[in-house]
């Protein structure tokens, strides 16, 4: 499949530390279609000063979460631009069950008011990693910070324990990498993101490859699967 064929709506799924991060950069790079974070949505219409970014500034300043409601109509709207035309990959979303039949029911209307719209119901890939290994990636994680080059202690060590290869900076261990945040983070993955995964698998558009594999591994079995994926297949237009 050349970077100029249409691969359909990708949808990364994993728990913190399975790797989305690296592989999503390389489909990205691999099919020239856009990678799309409801972060970045969400930081980009408050800049902007959008009529939602608004709404969601004030939500944000009370200290509030943005409601489902308001991040649909972002993303809802960034779907709808011209590079998407031939695929994307959604990055942070769906993350509940209600999410994912949201986008269903908004990429079924797309495809039902325009035949010739360029829109597909997602092609979901499934990154599976044992919840120990995933425990070892990711309290191991030590950063620099003057650089922020980012080392793991089992798996990518500097070549001097606690110092930075680059600049020679004490590394250090962030917040969000401590054991405990860690544990509740991988929880919550499981309460809210696991049903994303049951959902899709219901459907029949999930597939599972194994995250446990190094990087290069792990992309060639992302890489086959969406070879052997046809958006035609899955309600293409």
């Keep these: ?6 691969i359909g709506s990708i949808v990364l799924l994993g728990p913190p530390g399975a790797g989305k991060g690296t592989q999503a950069k390389r489909i990205t790079e691999r099919y020239a279609i856009p990678q799309i974070s409801t972060g970045d949505l969400l930081r980009e ?7 939602l970014g608004l709404k969601a500034k004030d ?21 709808r ?25 908004f990429l079924e209307r797309e495809i039902l008011d325009n035949p010739k719209c360029g829109k597909w119901l997602p092609f979901v890939i499934s990154m599976d990693v044992d919840y120990n290994v ?18 793991n202690v089992h798996y990518q060590p500097p070549r001097v324990d606690g110092i ?14 401590r054991e405990e945040v860690i544990r509740e983070r991988l929880q919550a993955y499981e309460r809210q993101t696991r049903p994303v995964a049951e959902y899709y698998q219901q459907k029949g558009r999930l597939v599972s490859v194994d995250g446990m594999l190094n990087a290069d591994q792990v992309t060639e079995q992302v890489f086959r699967e969406i070879r052997n994926h046809s958006p035609a297949k899955v309600g293409g237009c």
Excluded at 166 to 172: E, F, Q
């Design 134 to 151: 995933l425990l070892l990636r990711l309290t191991g994680r030590r950063t620099c910070p003057t650089c922020e080059r980012i080392y």
């Design 164 to 177: 930075c290869d680059v600049d020679g900076a004490k590394l250090v261990t962030r917040n969000d990498d």
């Design 81 to 105: 631009r011209p590079d998407c035309e031939r695929g994307y990959i959604l990055d942070g979303f769906p993350r509940t069950a209600a999410q994912a039949g949201w986008l269903d029911a």
């Design 1 to 6: 499949m050349e970077a100029s064929q249409s």
């Design 59 to 79: 939500i944000m300043a009370r200290g509030e979460l943005v409601p489902d409601e308001l991040l649909y109509d972002m993303v809802a709207e960034r779907l």
């Design 45 to 51: 219409n408050v800049r902007n000063g959008t009529a």
